[in-house]
């Protein structure tokens, strides 16, 4: 079974600032994917970005960049310049390659909130 | 181009009672799959359909179950709800069911609540 686990559950930064975001995981295979998700109070999950495990190259996706570290199964996001419409909720998800079906296991999420 | 629409938006039901909750996906996608989100935590996968055969069934009772239909679209069904059935439920549409990546675009979900 994979387990996903989101130690923060908030995050504050200041508009324009930066902010980083947690996550970890478990699995016994090799080959997956992770994601991180946004979540706004309109309910609707947005992907933000996704790495492949195959991928020695951390992912970036315009403000947002991860750290993938492997070895230690971490998997953390980084908002750069940060904008009021980046506050949400955001959940990191792992997904296996190999397994029937496209299941996305998700942790528990970390709210993230943008002062003016 | 629509996204992945679910319906209704809000539903109230009483302990005991029967839900069906709908979702239809993106325009030639074949695969839905259903969370259920609880209020303060992560989505938990509950069932994935792919060219309408289950794909995929997480840790839930049998009083939930789903299809899938011709047209792709997908119906959740939840008998003798409890309260703990209160939840944020979501619908993700994507292409193909499983293997190499292909993105999950998610509904806006269905709120129930169970009095």
């Known amino acids: 079974a994979q387990t996903v686990t989101q130690s923060q559950p908030e995050m504050s930064v200041q508009e324009a600032e930066t902010v980083t975001l947690s996550c970890t995981y478990d699995?016994?295979?090799?080959?997956?994917?992770l994601f991180w998700y946004k979540q706004p109070p309109s309910r609707q999950m947005i992907l933000v970005i996704r790495?492949?495990?195959?991928?020695?190259q951390n992912a970036t996706e315009n403000r947002f960049s991860v750290n993938f570290q492997k070895a230690a199964k971490s998997f953390s996001l980084k908002i750069s310049d940060s904008q009021l419409g980046d506050a949400a909720m955001y959940f990191c998800?792992?997904?296996?390659?190999?397994?029937?079906?496209?299941?996305?296991?998700f942790g528990g999420g970390t709210r993230v909130l943008v002062k003016p | 181009d629509a996204g992945v629409t679910q319906s209704p938006t809000h539903l109230i039901k009483t302990r005991g009672q029967h839900v069906t909750l709908r979702c239809s996906p993106i325009?030639?996608?074949?695969?839905v799959s259903w969370y259920q989100q609880v209020l303060g935590q992560g989505p938990q996968f509950i069932f994935q359909?792919?060219?309408?055969?289950?794909?995929g069934r997480g840790n839930f009772p049998d009083r939930f179950s789903a299809r899938q239909f011709p047209n792709y679209s997908s119906e959740l069904n939840v008998n003798a709800l409890l309260l703990g059935d209160s939840a944020l439920y979501l619908c993700?549409?994507?292409?193909?069911?499983?293997?190499?990546?292909?993105?999950?675009?998610f509904g806006p979900g269905t709120r129930l609540t169970v009095l």
């Open positions: 993700a549409s994507s292409l193909v069911g499983q293997g190499t990546y292909n993105e999950q675009f």
């Open positions: 699995t016994s295979e090799s080959d997956y994917y």
């Open positions: 790495q492949e495990a195959y991928k020695q």
């Open positions: 998800a792992l997904r296996m390659i190999k397994a029937a079906g496209n299941k996305l296991t």
């Open positions: 325009s030639g996608h074949k695969s």
């Open positions: 359909y792919y060219e309408k055969e289950e794909r």
